[in-house]
């Protein structure tokens, strides 16, 4: 008998607990996040994560007005600035002899000068990708110890100006900086010979903040082919061998990078170094600041048939400003415009989605710029501009920021699920070497 009641009443118990479950879920306020899974009202994720919400910016009344407004609620993630090159080439590196709160268009005596904190705040940037740029010239040399200097530049500047930079290492930190009214700073490596074919020199470099590399610059590494082997007129007798993409050990490249949770950048790539890339990779790619190849022919862009291998990959192309990945002008001729840009962007967007495309200006790196788009204070000009052409709050918000959040997020979870990987150790195998060897030391010598 007691055993019977004793039945029973688990039974009721168990009643009970389901029931409380199903009311507390169906009473639970949720949204929709933008990857398509439904998240809490707050736009808090699991493991502590969380997003912004999506915007309601109807009372705008210009188009101005509500590029602004979707400005002001999602950070606007630029994929690539070239300012700490500047100040290698006007201050010798030093950041102190140089207030980044001034027009630097008069202190540098340069209307080269696209970057400063005033032009930052009127252009409503929320990130950016500091270029850590040293020339192609370098490789095989001091390639390294350059890329250093470069790095040491971005922290000291971030460093003191902490009221307008935060130094951020996770797509997190990201929206963390932007609330609480910082620019996030990350930094990406412009070019594979900064680490001189090393795997160790790759992952300490992550290990000081580096968040992208780019696979080359414009010039071959030992294991991958830049954009210039697609021209008609590269010259395999004075400008090098062709790899035919990646070879073996930068296939080994990429999947130390997707272990370290290191973004694939393929800006400056050849065509056939993309589709190796976006084969092996397991983690979203990017580039960095590329273009449309369809709409200017220019072998820096991206053509179709590596869009659609992208969009696949879940990668994200970040547009670029320059004037000859633009609309391919001759160099005499007058600069492009903002609304060739948006053409651009408009182009990815219709042929692989809203999803995969997002901004990388180039400035401070390019000599000429489309007429609307001359600084970092422009960019809600561009906004306005797709504004003008029908574009939803949503997708605004995906070009600003959001989708550089998903594939960055991404390429974390890629990170963790390989977190039982051990780093891979590989060499670059002799055959692969053409470097100078007698600047370097023979470590199999005492």
């Known amino acids: ?134 020339p192609c010239k370098s490789q095989y040399k001091d390639a390294v110890r ?69 696979i080359t610059h414009s010039c071959n590494t030992p294991w991958a082919d830049n954009w210039k082997i697609d021209e008609p007129t590269y010259n395999v007798t004075v400008d090098g061998p062709k790899l035919g993409g990646l070879t073996l050990f930068g296939e080994t490249v990429i999947k130390e ?57 879940g990668g994200v192309v970040m547009v670029n400003f320059y004037d000859l990945y633009v609309t391919c002008p001759p160099l005499t001729e007058k600069p492009s415009k903002l609304s060739h840009v948006a053409d651009h962007i408009d182009y990815i967007k219709n042929i692989i989605g809203i999803d995969h495309v997002a901004i990388g200006a180039d400035y401070d790196g390019v000599p000429t710029l489309p007429v609307g788009l001359e600084d970092v204070s422009t960019y809600p000009a561009l906004f306005a501009e797709l504004v003008r052409r029908g574009w939803r709050e949503l997708d605004l918000q995906k070009l600003a920021g959001r989708n550089l959040i998903r594939v960055f997020r991404q390429a974390e979870k890629i990170r963790d699920e390989m977190s039982y990987l051990l780093p891979f150790e590989d060499m670059l195998p002799e055959s692969e070497n053409s470097a100078d060897e007698s600047c370097r030391t023979n470590m199999n010598e005492w």
């Open 257 to 313: 990078m997707n272990r370290l949770g290191m973004l694939i950048d393929l800006a400056h790539v050849a065509n056939a170094t993309m589709v190796d890339a976006l084969r092996v990779s397991r983690a979203p790619v990017i580039y960095s600041h590329s273009s449309a190849f369809t709409i200017c022919n220019h072998f820096r862009n991206v053509q179709d048939s590596v869009l659609h291998l992208t969009k696949r990959n």
């Open 146 to 214: 350059l890329s250093l200097e470069q790095l040491d530049v971005i922290r000291k500047y971030v460093t003191r100006y902490p009221d307008t930079f935060r130094w951020v290492t996770t797509a997190q930190g990201i929206l963390d900086a932007f609330q609480a009214g910082r620019v996030a700073s990350l930094v990406g490596l412009e070019g594979g010979h900064s680490i001189d074919s090393s795997l160790a020199a790759l992952r300490m470099f992550y290990d000081l903040g580096v968040r992208y590399m780019t």
């Open 1 to 134: 008998m007691q055993t019977r009641l004793l039945y029973g009443a688990i039974c009721v118990l168990s009643v009970i607990v389901v029931a409380l479950v199903i009311a507390l879920a169906l009473v639970a306020p949720k949204t929709s996040g933008s990857n398509g899974a439904e998240t809490p009202a707050n736009g808090c994720q699991a493991g502590g994560a969380w997003d912004l919400p999506e915007v309601d910016c109807s009372h705008a009344i210009s188009d101005l007005d509500k590029a602004k407004c979707v400005l002001d609620s999602y950070p606007l993630i630029d994929g690539h600035n070239d300012l700490p090159y500047r100040y290698r080439r006007f201050s010798n590196t030093s950041v102190y002899d140089v207030d980044l709160t001034s027009d630097l268009r008069q202190v540098w005596s340069t209307n080269l000068s696209h970057t400063d904190i005033p032009r930052l705040r009127e252009g409503k940037l929320g990130a950016q990708f500091w270029a850590c740029y040293v």
